[in-house]
Each structure stands twice: as structure tokens, then as C-alpha cells.
């Protein structure tokens, strides 16, 4: 009988850690059958997403050469090519490095695991709202070059939610996040870190650190850079 | 001291209230180890009703059948073949077999008793 009953502990135990899970799995919106189904088709988009992504450096490089090879022989050669880096910096389609920070944000470690109300889980995690902050408070402060993991911030940037991930450049990523900043080290750091700063919340939930750094790399833009709509306005100053 | 294994039962549910957590991936292997566990236990009953009731058997058993049947699940899943749903089928059938031989041994005692009775 002694036997029965440990055993029956322990089959109690297996029943209540698999209603458990299951329920658990049900909350986080994939049943158990359909996440191997959806890893496979995550795995193939990927790739197929890497390889494009690749073909896009590869025509942006043709373009650099084909460009460099134009601009050759002529006379204001330097200038051009001056004004060019700094249209490319501009427009965040080079790698750019130098001194500046990196911010890393994560979901905050005090949050218990027992924990299960879904608003009080929430105050815990990386928002798009906290990156979006951080960001705007970045290029007040004179930054020259950001990324977010490995998106670069451009002109037409975006950051949202979506659904349990954050949207930058139409590419969804989850935390960790990484924000590397190009500029005055110390006064982008003061920037966001400050008291009363975006980071406050952040700050107290341990869910940011930050590093200044002498040299680091901001990637370029990967996305695409086709404008379908505007064209340029013709300035008076522009004709020849 | 029937009541004993009901008690195990409610006190290993207990951990449904604690602070563990399991990742969503097992979800599927921890059921099919309840189920092997659930099979055990009216097995166990059965060969009790029967008298051939062996507690080494029935302690090994529980343990392997259950390490058996996710491991089983999981290779299954390795290789691409639903051996999760044959461990399904095979540990539901014999639960039932054993469920419908203890009810009809109940329902004989039972028929006994009246007859004695009478």
C-alpha cells in the first residue's frame, strides 16, 4: 500500500505539471502539435529572407561600383565622393563606426515565475514605447548612428508592437535588444539614463545596462530603398 | 487504507500551485507520461483484484512505462513519426480494458453479496 500511494504522489505530481503546461501552452496561443509545424515554416521564411536580404547587398554593391567607376576621371571627383559617404551615412545605407553606447534591454529578472495575471506580466517586459523613447531621446541628444539589434535607424523608421515581439523596420525581433548609439558617449548615456530620463521604469525593474564604448559598428540599412510615391522638387537653385 | 492513495493523489497535485514552470514544448510528452502513470495505477488495481498483485512489478513498471512512453513520444518526434499517437491508443485501450475488468468485478461482487444475502 505504501508503495501505491508514493506512486500515486507521484502521479498527482505529472497531473497537475501537465494541466499545467498545457494550460499554459494554450495561453501562449500555440498548441503543441502546431508549434513543431510552425517551426519548420519559421525556419524556411528565414532563409528565404537571408537569401534576399543578400542579393539586396549584392545589387547595393554593383551600384557602389558601378557608381565609383563613373565618377572616375572627373574632375571633382573627391567632392563627389565626399558628398556621397555623407548622403550614405545620411541615409544609413553604409556601416558606420566610432565612439558612442550600447544600451542592452531585457524583460526584468524580478518578475516571478508564478506570476499570471497578464497586466502585471506586462509591466515587466520591453514595450516598442521604452525603444521608441530611448531612441527619440538618442537623436535629441546628437546622436549621428543607431541600430536596434540589427536594424538600423533611418528616416523612415518605424518601431510597434506585434503581438509578443517589437517591429523595427518591418523586421520582428524579441528582447534582448541591443541599441547602439554613435556619438558623445557620456552625454548620450546621461541622455537616457538620467533620473526623471525614459529609463526610469527601466532602471528600476533591471532591465537596461548600459556601456560606453570607444569604438563601435552601427549596421547599415538591409530593407528596401524604393520610393514609388514622392519625387523630388525641382529648387530653382538645382537647374543648370 | 483505501483512502491512502487518494491522499498521494491530492498531495502530488499540490506542485499545480507552485512555482514551477515547464516549457510549452514538453506539454505533449508530460501528458502522455500522465496517461502511462494513469495506466500503471489501474493495471496495479486490477492485478490487486486478481491477486496477482507483485509490488516490484508494478513499481518498475510505472517508471519505465512512463519514461518509456514520453521518450517514446520525443524520438517520434525526432524521426518524424507520430509515435506519440500509437502510445495514445496503445496506454487509452489498456486503461479502459482494465477500468471495464475492475467494474465488472465490482459488479460481480456485488451481484454475490445479494445473492448471499438472500
Given at each position: 500500500m505504501?508503495?501505491?500511494?508514493?506512486l500515486?504522489?507521484?502521479l498527482?505530481?505529472?497531473?497537475?505539471?501537465s494541466l499545467?503546461t498545457y494550460?499554459?501552452s494554450?495561453?501562449?496561443?500555440v498548441?503543441?502539435?502546431r508549434?513543431?509545424?510552425?517551426?519548420i515554416?519559421?525556419?524556411?521564411i528565414?532563409?528565404?529572407?537571408e537569401?534576399m536580404?543578400?542579393?539586396?547587398?549584392?545589387?547595393?554593391?554593383q551600384i557602389?561600383?558601378?557608381?565609383?567607376k563613373?565618377?572616375?576621371?572627373?574632375?571633382g571627383?573627391?567632392?563627389?565622393?565626399?558628398e556621397l559617404?555623407k548622403a550614405?551615412?545620411?541615409?544609413?545605407?553604409t556601416?558606420v563606426?566610432g565612439?558612442?553606447?550600447v544600451?542592452?534591454l531585457?524583460?526584468?529578472?524580478?518578475?516571478?515565475p508564478?506570476?499570471t495575471?497578464?497586466?502585471?506580466?506586462?509591466?515587466?517586459?520591453?514595450h516598442?514605447?521604452?525603444?521608441?523613447?530611448?531612441?527619440?531621446e538618442l537623436?535629441?541628444?546628437?546622436a549621428?548612428?543607431i541600430?536596434?539589434?540589427?536594424e538600423?535607424?533611418?528616416?523612415t523608421?518605424?518601431?510597434r508592437?506585434?503581438?509578443?515581439?517589437?517591429?523595427v523596420?518591418?523586421?520582428?525581433?524579441?528582447?534582448?535588444?541591443?541599441i547602439?548609439?554613435?556619438?558623445?558617449?557620456?552625454?548620450?548615456?546621461?541622455?537616457?539614463?538620467h533620473?526623471?530620463?525614459?529609463?526610469?521604469?527601466l532602471?528600476l525593474?533591471?532591465?537596461?545596462t548600459?556601456?560606453k564604448?570607444?569604438?563601435?559598428?552601427?549596421?547599415?540599412?538591409?530593407?528596401?530603398t524604393?520610393f514609388?510615391?514622392?519625387?523630388?522638387?525641382?529648387?530653382?537653385?538645382?537647374?543648370? | 487504507m483505501?483512502w491512502?492513495?487518494v491522499?498521494?493523489l491530492?498531495?502530488?497535485?499540490?506542485v499545480?500551485?507552485?512555482?514551477?514552470?515547464?516549457?510549452t514544448?514538453y506539454?505533449?510528452y508530460l501528458?502522455?507520461a500522465?496517461?502511462?502513470?494513469?495506466?500503471?495505477?489501474?493495471?496495479?488495481i486490477?492485478a490487486?483484484?486478481e491477486?496477482k498483485?507483485?509490488?516490484?512489478?508494478?513499481?518498475?513498471?510505472?517508471?519505465?512505462?512512463t519514461?518509456?512512453?514520453?521518450?517514446l513520444?520525443?524520438?517520434?518526434d525526432?524521426?518524424?513519426?507520430?509515435l506519440?499517437?500509437a502510445?495514445?491508443?496503445?496506454l487509452?485501450?489498456?486503461?479502459?480494458?482494465?477500468?471495464?475488468l475492475?467494474r465488472?468485478?465490482?459488479?460481480?461482487?456485488a451481484?454475490?453479496?445479494?445473492?448471499?444475502?438472500s
Amino acid at each position: 500500500m505504501f508503495q501505491v500511494t508514493a506512486l500515486c504522489i507521484v502521479l498527482g505530481a505529472l497531473l497537475g505539471l501537465s494541466l499545467k503546461t498545457y494550460k499554459r501552452s494554450i495561453e501562449t496561443g500555440v498548441p503543441s502539435g502546431r508549434a513543431n509545424v510552425l517551426k519548420i515554416e519559421y525556419r524556411a521564411i528565414k532563409e528565404s529572407n537571408e537569401k534576399m536580404r543578400r542579393e539586396i547587398a549584392d545589387y547595393r554593391k554593383q551600384i557602389d561600383d558601378l557608381t565609383g567607376k563613373l565618377m572616375t576621371g572627373t574632375s571633382g571627383e573627391t567632392l563627389l565622393k565626399d558628398e556621397l559617404v555623407k548622403a550614405k551615412i545620411m541615409a544609413g545605407t553604409t556601416a558606420v563606426h566610432g565612439p558612442g553606447v550600447v544600451f542592452t534591454l531585457v524583460d526584468s529578472p524580478k518578475l516571478s515565475p508564478a506570476e499570471t495575471d497578464r497586466d502585471i506580466i506586462e509591466q515587466f517586459m520591453v514595450h516598442d514605447k521604452d525603444l521608441l523613447a530611448i531612441v527619440n531621446e538618442l537623436l535629441v541628444n546628437g546622436a549621428e548612428a543607431i541600430s536596434i539589434n540589427t536594424e538600423r535607424w533611418i528616416s523612415t523608421s518605424s518601431i510597434r508592437c506585434v503581438g509578443m515581439t517589437v517591429q523595427v523596420n518591418n523586421r520582428k525581433m524579441s528582447q534582448p535588444f541591443t541599441i547602439k548609439a554613435i556619438g558623445d558617449p557620456a552625454a548620450l548615456q546621461d541622455a537616457v539614463m538620467h533620473q526623471g530620463g525614459p529609463a526610469d521604469d527601466l532602471v528600476l525593474l533591471e532591465m537596461i545596462t548600459v556601456k560606453k564604448e570607444s569604438d563601435i559598428v552601427v549596421p547599415a540599412y538591409t530593407g528596401i530603398t524604393q520610393f514609388e510615391m514622392g519625387k523630388p522638387v525641382e529648387e530653382p537653385g538645382n537647374r543648370n | 487504507m483505501m483512502w491512502l492513495p487518494v491522499v498521494g493523489l491530492a498531495v502530488g497535485f499540490v506542485v499545480y500551485w507552485l512555482p514551477v514552470a515547464l516549457p510549452t514544448d514538453y506539454a505533449s510528452y508530460l501528458s502522455l507520461a500522465t496517461l502511462a502513470g494513469l495506466d500503471s495505477i489501474f493495471g496495479g488495481i486490477r492485478a490487486g483484484i486478481e491477486g496477482k498483485f507483485h509490488d516490484d512489478i508494478f513499481l518498475s513498471g510505472f517508471v519505465v512505462n512512463t519514461v518509456l512512453a514520453a521518450a517514446l513520444a520525443y524520438l517520434g518526434d525526432q524521426i518524424g513519426v507520430d509515435l506519440f499517437l500509437a502510445a495514445v491508443v496503445v496506454l487509452g485501450g489498456r486503461v479502459f480494458l482494465n477500468l471495464s475488468l475492475i467494474r465488472r468485478y465490482w459488479l460481480t461482487q456485488a451481484s454475490l453479496n445479494r445473492k448471499r444475502d438472500s
